[in-house]
């Protein structure tokens, strides 16, 4: 290969360094990359002169978005060197052997590889002072507001003796199935569906605004360190125990059998296995396992490369792909009119589950990759949850086959459907809809919402087929007998479905409201709203200005609920249910106790001596109001530790700071 060539291969690996690591859109797979990245320093270790200080043997991550502020690593955030079978790992302590002595006793502590985004937390005398993105493995991008949002990382050390500096390295992760919930909610509201966990994990770190962060299902795993100060540790086993002790998540602590000590290489090469071929079974992705070695002192002694430490390396799993044909695309409508093309294929096996069909998410995406039907396909199961069209194998079309688009009508009523502004997505706008009734219903009867738990999916569309059904509301007016009537339904069934319907009929105002599917109106949403407009008829009265002065209420979720509001049907059905049901209204949490910050606003922010709920409870109580954000409308910022971006926003808007003395005082 030419000297040419070469730059050319370094400037493709480093466009897919910037796919993956910053815009989190992978142009290839691991397996791919992998292979690339192996070419380029076989070319670098044949010709040393080529080496240029860009090369992306010569970094570990992608460019840090500009968006966020740049934070050096006290030590750089090294990758992994990556191996695809057995005999690697051979190689590994071969490696190793040479550089300690062949004689040397080596222990290897294998773990499985998290497939999610690197990052470093710093505690300093045991309380969390920042979080930071690998970015180019030394310098990270500040993260610790969005960090600080995910609950199962402390925010305090659990111990009295903390380390002066505890540095600690893992993965932000989504598990499966709150994946699946979660592209299920993006759907439902028109937004961008994810291609797999690693990329939903990436993306809301990087979200701007951490409200966005805290409302998605983010959890992270830590297994090394960077630098410390106040311990000392013999094995990396130790270290382990350590953050458990420290209630910093690991997944050991998860669960203790994930994690092994092996005695040699042999043991190591068990661990790959037997890790590979029960995969599917856990919780969250994994793309392979690390083997290191467990003496910190023969760590030391082994050092690093350019890129990597000599210690250890990552046995990566070869993905879980098939290929199979599409036999025809179906489009689904969701409660909120969502027209969601589905690739039906012929039956085959992913990673021992049989793939049928696979979402194309809408026209946007079908013309990207280009599916037709009578294509034949790759197809692999994102995050080894929901399938996925990876690719199609265009020798293999059929020579009369037609691009696709999705018809402009709705399948389920027929009209005219339409595509919102800033939307990807088709939209039945039908209030009439039968598939926008009957996924209403499903949600309306669901465990989050009502939790009417003997009421299935197969029944419910029954319910609506038979005309028994139609609003919400006449659920409440169902009798026995009429079930009895329903295919495969006898008289126990029949009143079990009965029983469950009243037993829902007491429920909370935020439960019926969050029930009644208004679009963007998530549980917790909903819940916020209850509090604020403690009565359905207090809600009905609700203006958009008041909607988005709830926290977590922005412009858009407000102007939703203003359209339903607007609507006669909804409030007609809405007074018929809080006729049906014995509504349990919240009572506040705290009453009035003085007018001190009548008329004024606080925001709240940083790490205070006191919960942030408790402090805003305490605002609202001496009749002030603390919403989310600071504005030219705040009168005053309540700034703890850390403050970030609000302080820099306040400041600049000459918003008056109060620290907690100062909060206590005005308070009082």
Not at 263 to 276: C, D, G, L, V
Request: aromatic residues 6%.
């Amino acid at each position: 290969m030419t000297k040419k060539k070469y730059l050319e291969l370094c400037q493709e690996i480093n466009d897919h360094n910037y796919s993956y690591h910053v815009l989190d859109k992978p142009k290839v797979s691991d397996y791919k990359y992998d292979q690339l990245f192996n070419q380029l320093l076989e070319l670098e270790a044949n010709n040393p002169g080529w080496i240029t200080a860009d090369s992306p043997s010569q970094k570990v991550g992608g460019e840090i978005l500009e968006a966020f502020s740049k934070v050096p690593h006290r030590k750089p955030m090294l990758s992994l060197q990556n191996s695809y079978n057995a005999e690697d790992i051979e190689a590994f302590d071969t490696r190793i052997k040479k550089l300690l002595n062949e004689n040397a006793k080596v222990s290897f502590f294998c773990e499985p590889k998290l497939d999610g985004l690197a990052l470093e937390v710093i505690y300093e005398n045991g309380l969390m002072t920042g979080a930071i993105t690998r970015g180019d493995g030394l310098i990270g991008e500040d993260v610790t507001e969005q960090v600080k949002t995910i609950k199962s990382i402390p925010l305090k050390l659990s111990t009295k003796t903390p380390p002066k500096l505890l540095e600690v390295r893992g993965e932000v992760i989504i598990n499966k199935k709150d994946f699946a919930l979660l592209n299920k909610k993006q759907a439902e509201l028109g937004q961008k569906t994810f291609a797999n966990p690693r990329n939903a994990a990436a993306g809301t770190i990087r979200q701007l605004d951490p409200k966005i962060t805290a409302s998605r299902p983010l959890r992270a795993y830590f297994y090394a360190h960077g630098e410390i100060d106040g311990a000392n540790f013999e094995t990396h086993a130790e270290f382990i125990d350590y953050m458990s002790d420290l209630k910093i998540p690991t997944l050991k602590s998860y669960d203790d059998t994930l994690c092994s000590l092996a005695k040699n290489p042999k043991e190591a090469i068990q661990y790959y296995n037997n890790t590979e071929k029960h995969r599917a079974k856990l919780s969250f992705d994994i793309d392979g396992v690390v083997i290191k070695v467990n003496s910190i002192q023969q760590q030391q002694e082994l050092g690093f490369i350019a890129r990597s430490p000599r210690w250890a390396t990552a046995g990566k799993f070869a993905p879980e792909q098939a290929t199979t044909i599409i036999t025809d695309i179906v489009i689904q409508v969701g409660r909120t009119g969502a027209l969601t093309p589905v690739a039906i294929m012929d039956p085959v096996n992913v990673g021992g589950v049989t793939i049928t069909n696979a979402t194309l998410h809408n026209q946007d995406e079908i013309d990207k990759k280009d599916v037709r039907i009578g294509d034949t396909v790759i197809i692999q199961r994102a995050g080894d949850v929901i399938p996925e069209v990876v690719e199609v194998i265009k020798d293999k079309r059929p020579k009369n086959s037609k691009a696709y688009n999705i018809n402009i009508n709705c399948p389920a009523c027929n009209e005219t459907a339409n595509k919102p502004e800033n939307e990807a997505v088709l939209r039945c706008i039908n209030l009439s809809c039968p598939a926008k009734i009957k996924e209403g219903l499903k949600h309306f009867v669901s465990r989050r919402a009502m939790n009417i738990d003997k009421l299935g999916e197969k029944i419910t569309d029954q319910l609506y087929d038979e005309g028994l059904v139609k609003t919400f509301s006449d659920l409440y007016k169902l009798k026995a007998e009429q079930i009895i009537s329903l295919e495969r339904q006898g008289e126990k069934s029949a009143q079990n479905i009965v029983d469950s319907i009243n037993k829902s009929r007491t429920c909370n105002w935020g439960q019926l409201l969050y029930g009644l599917g208004i679009r963007f109106v998530g549980e917790q949403t909903a819940k916020l709203i209850a509090k604020k407009f403690s009565t359905p008829e207090l809600f009905k009265a609700a203006t958009v200005e008041e909607l988005v002065d709830i926290n977590d209420v922005g412009p858009k979720v407000a102007e939703s609920i203003s359209e339903a509001l607007k609507n006669k049907d909804f409030i007609k059905e809405l007074d018929s249910l809080v006729a049906c049901v014995n509504l349990k209204i919240e009572a506040k949490k705290m009453t009035t106790t003085s007018n001190t910050f009548e008329g004024l606003s606080i925001v709240v922010t940083g790490t205070l001596p006191e919960d942030r709920n408790s402090i805003k409870d305490k605002i609202e109580a001496a009749g002030g109001k603390s919403p989310g954000s600071v504005s030219k409308k705040t009168d005053y910022l309540l700034a703890g530790e850390n403050a970030g971006s609000k302080l820099t926003k306040a400041e600049s808007l000459g918003v008056k700071i109060l620290d907690w003395n100062g909060f206590l005082k005005l308070l009082n």
